[in-house]
């Protein structure tokens, strides 16, 4: 995981526990921007690791080598 990854996933942990506790202190609808805050934050999360995967796969060298291996073949 890159640090971006990580500040996003520690930003929704985050706002999940502070929409628990307050959650309990308060009623639901007071406390439900914390909660569309940590929906959104993993959101994103998802979003940025679901992009750095797709890279890496678009770039893989493994699948070069072995294209270049098959029109050697050939």
């Given amino acids: 995981?890159?640090?971006?990854?990580?500040?996003?996933?520690?930003?929704?942990?985050?706002?999940?526990?502070?929409?628990?506790?307050?959650?309990?202190?308060?009623?639901?609808?007071?406390?439900?921007?914390?909660?569309?805050?940590?929906?959104g934050f993993l959101l994103a999360f998802q979003y940025v690791r679901s992009k750095r995967i797709e890279q890496k796969k678009s770039v893989s060298p493994t699948v070069k080598q072995m294209v270049e291996k098959k029109k050697k073949k050939k």
């Fill in 1 to 39: 995981m890159k640090l971006r990854e990580i500040i996003l996933l520690a930003a929704a942990a985050g706002f999940l526990v502070i929409w628990i506790a307050e959650y309990q202190r308060t009623t639901f609808g007071d406390s439900y921007w914390l909660l569309m805050l940590f929906l």
